[in-house]
């Protein structure tokens, strides 16, 4: 399966001059975790997670120190610019959601911007995985049947059954036709394995 297949599309940017207290707000409406950083240009420069803005938007309060306040220190971040993560992990439409995770885990990271060239085209969060993974197995059994008609309509027919995310296709062996369909129940989000039954 394909990051393209998953993926949350458009993305939702902030640019890096953007105020961080606005940077918060267009992430919390949109119940995000994580957002690329654009230039003027709309070219990816950073990403920006919620720790970084709750970073970036709080200063630590003077009573929790015993030292005097110093007047000369710096105020805290202010642009999505000063707090941003510059050095950014990404893939592409066409990475395989198993190498995508594997970045997450190594990484440490919740999400991934999707680029095409220097453009960001979209996001991919663990989120973005467990819903695909949480749709019913009816639900996939269905995506599977219409994608088998939609693109292969004067192939062979197959019963179709899904057991936990697993599609069987079960029908006359045909080498080649079973070949497709098995690209074409891959295909569709939340299928994580085919099996042909005789």
């Known amino acids: 399966m394909l990051v393209r297949e998953v993926m949350s599309s458009p993305a939702i940017t902030v640019r890096r001059t953007d105020p961080v207290r606005q940077a918060i707000r267009e992430m919390h409406g949109h119940d995000i975790t994580a957002a690329p950083v654009v230039d003027d240009a709309g070219r990816l420069v950073g990403v920006v997670s919620e720790l970084d803005l709750l970073r970036g938007e709080f200063e630590p309060d003077p009573r929790a120190s015993l030292r005097p306040v110093d007047p000369s220190a710096e105020p805290p971040p202010r642009r999505v610019m000063e707090i941003m993560t510059r050095e950014v992990v990404t893939v592409t439409e066409t990475t395989d959601v198993t190498a995508a995770i594997d970045l997450m885990v190594g990484k440490r990271i919740k999400s991934l911007p999707v680029v095409r060239g220097e453009r960001v085209v979209g996001m991919v969060s663990r989120r973005d995985l467990m819903a695909m993974l949480a ?45 497709i369909a098995d690209v074409l129940a891959r295909t569709v989000p939340g299928i994580v394995r085919v099996r042909h039954l005789r």
Request: no cysteine; hydrophobic share 35%; aromatic share 6%.
């Open 135 to 179: 749709r019913s197995d009816e639900r996939l059994r269905q995506d599977v049947i219409a994608a088998l008609r939609e693109h292969y309509p004067f192939g062979p027919s197959w019963d179709v059954a899904v057991h936990d995310g697993v599609a069987q296709l079960s029908g006359p062996p045909h080498q080649h036709a079973d070949h």
